[in-house]
């Protein structure tokens, strides 16, 4: 992976901070553009901004159009069926989302599992949950290399959490979880 030829691609890495190239790690909520998304950004604002599904209009039917392929093609890269994919702002609100649909499914005394180094934007819903319904917490720790202990987080999860939110690369880190082999 050539990270500088990645860096190229987005234009505010080209900003000094303190003398240094920026280095921004805080995705969950806002996550820097690449050049080409900026341009298609601004292409469909130019050209097709419009009600998705609304509107029986050329311009909704076209940004309707454009918003579908979109969700064809993330599903076909996520091996995913369309109806499941659904697009919000940034990460926070879709762990929100996520949280508090399956708010209903945590009983008192259960717990939800994390990890010790998840973003905070994956720590407050659940806490906020666990308070209100009466459950735990509980954090897989990592090593001293900033991995997850792996075989203590075996052992938690054959406990049956009621929840597990696991964070497959940490923003504090840097750390690159191989959670789909592991978990």
Request: glycine share 2%.
């Amino acid at each position: 992976m050539n990270v500088e030829k990645i860096r190229e691609d987005f234009p505010i890495l080209k900003t000094k901070m303190n003398g240094h190239p920026l280095n921004y790690l805080d995705n969950a909520a806002t996550t820097q553009k690449p050049v080409q998304v900026i341009e298609e950004i601004s292409r469909f604002y130019r050209k097709t901004n419009a009600n998705i599904r609304r509107g029986v209009y050329k311009l909704s039917e076209e940004a309707t159009l454009e918003y579908e392929q979109t969700r064809e093609a993330t599903a076909k890269l996520l091996n995913a069926d369309k109806n499941e994919i659904i697009f919000t702002r940034n990460t926070t609100e879709s762990i929100n989302l996520v949280a508090y649909c399956f708010e209903k499914e945590v009983k008192k005394n259960d717990f939800i599992l994390l990890t010790d180094m998840e973003h905070h934007s994956n720590i407050v819903p659940w806490y906020l949950i666990a308070r209100k319904k009466g459950a735990r917490l509980e954090k897989i720790p990592f090593d001293k290399k900033g991995f997850l202990d792996f075989d203590k987080a075996e052992k938690m999860i054959e406990e049956k959490p009621a929840f597990f939110a696991v964070t497959q690369a940490s923003n504090v880190l840097g750390t690159i979880n191989n959670v789909l082999n592991e978990c």
